[in-house]
């Protein structure tokens, strides 16, 4: 849940202090003062194509850093099987195959993209692992964009009800040739939530997994709730609010990623299933919530949606919160979380 004391900070972009500054890790940052000390282990790795950053505290050193190894090995493994940019992962052989014949697959994948499809249907398909159709037509890195042509014959395969589950064979099966997926917009999440259940595995009860901008924490840090900052989306070292929290998952989906820019357009990595193109309505999402799976895909669907369709959907869910940054720089508020509007006031 999250810590009734909501410690909200004036947005002024200079106004940051040099030691939050230090902090601000990707999009999302956790907040803290010290690395290892008795009893407290940390780690960072790059996998996944993003900072992986786990921290435990156990009174025996050893129990923390195995687990924190365990961790470490389990983002490996994921990246191995549903890497996009892997040949060999298990994902690719499914965009290579899946349009042709049914592909059988791992219990945990099946069970992902049945996970991804139940997003869709609550998102009303503004989370769909199909946009992958028109995705890989964009190289961020490379300031390349398809042509309208190329993306509208790649936007006619984004569907999700193009992926068919069969329970039965445990198959994923593609309705019609072009149709790609990509798990980008949950797997982290997903990895997330594997690595506390093998922290808590082993007896720990104080840990924080954060895979880019997907995290989750356990217990407290230093008997205080663990505190997330949000970046502000058009400062690297701002943040627009700090907000303490205990035994919940936090994740952030921002423009300011992955993109570039041409004639004043940002085309980034979010991509709005109807046209192709980069949702724009937004530059953060940040979903508060009980695990990362959930939050990841969720940060990622409402970014697509926007502010009203955004918050009616968080706001009708219960056990979610917001805060969004809208295209303008404005901060907006589930309801979950109205003493929040006092931050807003200040912007
Ligand atoms: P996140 O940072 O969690 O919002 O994830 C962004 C990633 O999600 C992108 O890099 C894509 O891999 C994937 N993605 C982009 N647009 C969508 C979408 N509409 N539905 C599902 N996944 C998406
Ligand atoms: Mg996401």
Not at 15 to 42: D, E, M, P, R, Y
Request: hydrophobic share 40%.
């Amino acid at each position: 849940m999250i810590s009734k004391q909501i410690l909200s900070r004036p947005l002024s972009r200079s106004g940051i202090n040099a030691l939050n500054v230090a902090l601000v890790i990707a999009l999302i940052v956790l907040c803290h003062t010290t690395t290892a000390s008795a009893g407290w282990q940390k780690e960072q790795q790059d996998i996944m194509g993003t900072r992986i950053i786990v921290e435990a505290y156990h009174d025996d050193d050893a129990t923390a850093r195995e687990a924190i190894a365990a961790v470490m090995d389990e983002m490996h493994r994921i990246d191995n099987a549903m890497s996009p940019f892997k040949p060999d992962s298990e994902l690719s052989r499914v965009n290579r195959e899946a349009a042709d014949h049914p592909v059988r697959i791992s219990k945990e994948l099946f069970r992902l993209l049945q996970r991804s499809l139940d997003f869709s249907r609550l998102t009303d398909g503004a989370f769909d692992i199909t946009f992958a159709s028109a995705g890989f037509l964009y190289d961020y890195r490379a300031h390349i964009r398809p042509d309208e042509k190329a993306l509208n014959e790649a936007v006619s395969h984004i569907n999700y009800h193009n992926v068919h589950l069969d329970p039965e064979s445990g198959t994923v099966f593609f309705a019609q040739p072009g149709v790609k997926i990509d798990l980008g917009g949950i797997a982290k999440g997903y990895a997330v939530d594997l690595g506390i259940a093998l922290i808590q595995a082993r007896g720990i009860t104080n840990a924080l997994v954060t895979a880019g901008g997907d995290s989750r924490v356990i217990g407290e840090r230093w008997g205080r709730p663990w505190q997330i900052g949000i970046r502000d989306p058009r400062n690297r070292d701002g943040i627009v609010a700090k907000i303490p929290l205990e035994n919940v998952a936090v994740s952030t989906s921002g423009d300011y990623e992955r993109f570039f820019e041409e004639d004043n357009v940002r085309y980034h990595h979010i991509i709005d299933p109807k046209t192709g193109d980069s949702a724009r309505e937004l530059q953060s999402a940040t979903l508060i919530g009980p695990n990362a799976t959930t939050t990841d895909a969720l940060s990622t669907s409402v970014f697509v949606l926007g502010v009203d369709r955004g918050l009616a959907l968080v706001n009708r869910l219960g056990d979610i919160d917001a805060i969004l940054v809208d295209s303008k720089g404005h901060l907006h508020y589930s309801s979950g979380l109205e003493n929040l509007t006092a931050a807003k006031a200040t912007r």
